[in-house]
């Protein structure tokens, strides 16, 4: 089959939906979500980089475009259940790593397989890159959960999204992340004070965690 199999898969991630079994006022698939995790992250690695942070700008947008890619495999396994353990949270990732590895074993010409190792492969670590990776997946976490809220919707779920989101943000230690706390999440609780549900109050808790 070759990378037309690679191509062809990328339309599963357009039918694999976020947050399953939970209602909500608009859903939003998986491949709607690594659009904007790589619009959020390239915000994010300017404002390093107006800090004199160097940035790797290649390495940003194979790892941001690419890091749910797995999912087409397992699916969207919502976020209380992969992370009810961080031995579950391993197991699920090794399951999903090994299922990308058998992938490109299978379909990706040998002399394209390093490539597609490197770009698909988990791009969370410690370097700028992996950081604000990091930071653009929960971002979007932020903005679908907040949109629920905002529209009145009482699922508990997404007031533990919201608020998980902006935890771990918050310990990233990163200019951009000063930034989004200091003025864009100034930004996002201004407009749901006209919310049913009280947005501020759910913030300041998070932010005091």
């Given amino acids: 089959m070759g990378i037309h199999a690679y191509f062809q898969s990328l339309t599963d991630l357009e039918r694999i939906i976020r947050c ?75 399951v999903e790593e090994g299922m990308v590895a058998h992938f490109i074993d299978e379909h990706i010409p040998e002399e394209f397989q390093p490539i597609f190792r490197r770009q698909l492969r988990e791009g969370k670590d410690d370097s700028v890159e992996g950081k604000i990776l990091e930071v653009a997946d929960k971002l979007d976490q932020v903005y679908e959960a907040f949109a629920e809220l905002q529209r009145g919707n009482t699922e508990k779920e997404f007031i533990l999204m919201y608020r998980s989101a902006l935890i771990k943000i918050k310990s990233i230690k990163l200019h951009c992340v000063d930034y989004f706390l200091q003025h864009i999440l100034t930004d996002i609780v201004r407009e749901g004070s006209r919310s049913p549900i009280d947005i501020e109050e759910i913030t300041k808790e998070a932010l005091a965690s």
Avoid: C, N
Avoid at 28 to 56: C, M, N, P, R
Avoid at 62 to 76: L, Q, R
């Fill in 20 to 94: 399953p079994g939970k209602f909500k006022f608009q859903e939003h698939s998986v491949s709607a979500h690594s659009w904007k995790v790589v619009q959020y992250a390239k915000t994010l690695a300017d404002i390093e980089e107006s800090h004199g942070v160097v940035v790797d700008w290649k390495k940003l947008y194979e790892i941001t475009s690419s890091h749910d890619y797995g999912e087409i495999f397992i699916g969207d396994i919502k976020t209380p259940v992969k992370h009810y353990s961080l031995e579950l949270r391993a197991m699920l990732q090794q």
